[in-house]
Nanobody, 123 residues
Framework: QVQLADSGGGLVQAGGSLRLSCAAS????????MAWFRQAPGKEREFVAG????????YYADSVKGRFTISRDNAKNTVYLQMSRLKPEDTAVYYC????????????????WGQGTQVTVSS
């Protein structure tokens, strides 16, 4: 497993932007598929965006497509989630996740999870 540390959350007005970061430990970061999930109060965890080991393939939930961008810097062992045109319904705790083989939208398939970072979007 890889150790993950999420950061970058905060309070922002609707229409604003935030960039989340996830720093990973270890020397094999490039071999992991990475993704972001989120969980709002009273709701189940929801897939947001994913990026495969090579960084060439990215995929998004329909609810964030065109507003969020996932990227990774394998030299820095970091994955990012750039969030733009934020909406109140984006309010949630956001989690960075990693897995060597799985890259889909089922949260239980990921081996490693960050501690989460709170994103709050005010209307």
């Amino acid at each position: 497993q890889v150790q993950l540390a999420d950061s970058g959350g905060g309070l922002v007005q609707a229409g604003g932007s935030l960039r989340l970061s996830c720093a990973a430990s270890g020397r094999t970061f490039s071999s992991y598929n990475m993704a972001w999930f989120r969980q709002a109060p009273g709701k189940e965890r929801e897939f947001v965006a994913g990026i495969r080991q090579s960084g060439g393939s990215t995929y998004y939930a329909d609810s964030v497509k065109g507003r969020f961008t996932i990227s990774r810097d394998n030299a820095k062992n970091t994955v990012y989630l750039q969030m733009s045109r934020l909406k109140p319904e984006d309010t949630a705790v956001y989690y960075c996740v990693a897995d060597r083989s799985y890259s889909g939208g089922r949260p239980d398939e990921y081996d490693s999870w960050g501690q989460g970072t709170q994103v709050t979007v005010s209307s």
